[in-house]
């Protein structure tokens, strides 16, 4: 019975994690820019008390008996499909329209990258991110400008004070090989790793990377019809876990009465 009881508590921890991911996507269903996450399992290894086929000869097995030990989990990543377009109206609110991240730098110099474009301006004129991390390459609004105006492939225009309108900075965005694999360290940005690939700076509009839409933000990709779904899948999962785990006990406290 013990071991019944050791592979039920596997699938009870893996379904945990399921409902980790889960709680985590529906508490950022109104984080802008947010990619919702999936989970994935493995069973775990197996006692092969008898292999299939067997030894060559007339009574030839056509198959074998194998005791699994239950499952874990394999991978939990995010998903990069784009989330719905948000009209802000906001002037520094910017949205990728297709593939690419904004990059900033953060205090200790590292740079982080992020779908979420609700720029502010700092007291020295720099786009910044909702944390005050300045963009990457940095853009600068000079004093006494009447209006700011930033194209789809990412030309800052800005109109001065006596009616001239001037390019003041290019935006660059940022696209990665496989985004899925960039690591999250909280605030809306990730980091790439060694599975992400390297950054591959470009023009927005030009090769794989979206166009830039002012005045808009990224929402959130979180379904949560799917969410509640998959919840309940997970929370009918765990019951039948434990359900196997009273059943095994129930077992063993049989045979042990019958031992007595």
Not at 104 to 122: E, V, W
Not at 166 to 180: D, M, R, S, W, Y
């Amino acid at each position: 019975m013990i071991r019944s009881l050791s592979t039920a508590a596997t699938g009870m921890q893996a379904q945990e994690a399921k409902l980790d991911q889960i709680s985590n996507d529906l508490a950022n269903m109104n984080t802008t820019s947010y990619k919702r996450g999936r989970t994935e399992f493995h069973d775990l290894m197996y006692q092969t008390i008898k292999d299939p086929g067997g030894a060559p000869g007339v009574n030839q097995a056509p198959v074998g008996v194998q005791v699994g030990s239950g499952s874990k989990v394999a991978a939990q990543y995010s998903i990069q499909e784009q989330g719905p377009v948000k009209i802000t109206n906001g002037l520094f609110d910017l949205m990728i329209n297709g593939e690419g991240f904004f990059a900033c730098q953060l205090p200790n110099g590292q740079i982080a990258y992020t779908r979420d474009g609700s720029f502010k301006m700092d007291a020295q004129g720099r786009l910044v991110t909702s944390s005050g991390y300045p963009m990457i390459p940095p853009i600068q609004i000079p004093p006494g400008t009447a209006g700011v105006t930033i194209t789809g492939n990412g030309q800052v225009r800005v109109m001065t004070a006596e009616g001239q309108d001037a390019e003041i900075g290019q935006i660059q965005t940022v696209n990665f090989l496989n985004p899925g694999a960039m690591k999250k360290i909280g605030e809306n940005l990730v980091t790439p790793t060694a599975s992400s690939g390297p950054p591959v700076q470009g023009t927005p509009g030009e090769n794989t990377l979206g166009t830039i839409q002012q005045g808009a933000v990224e929402a959130s990709n979180v379904k949560p019809t799917e969410s509640i779904m998959d919840m309940i899948s997970a929370q009918r999962t765990y019951e039948s876990n434990a359900r196997v785990m009273t059943v095994g006990d129930q077992m063993w406290s049989t045979l042990n009465n019958v031992m007595k």
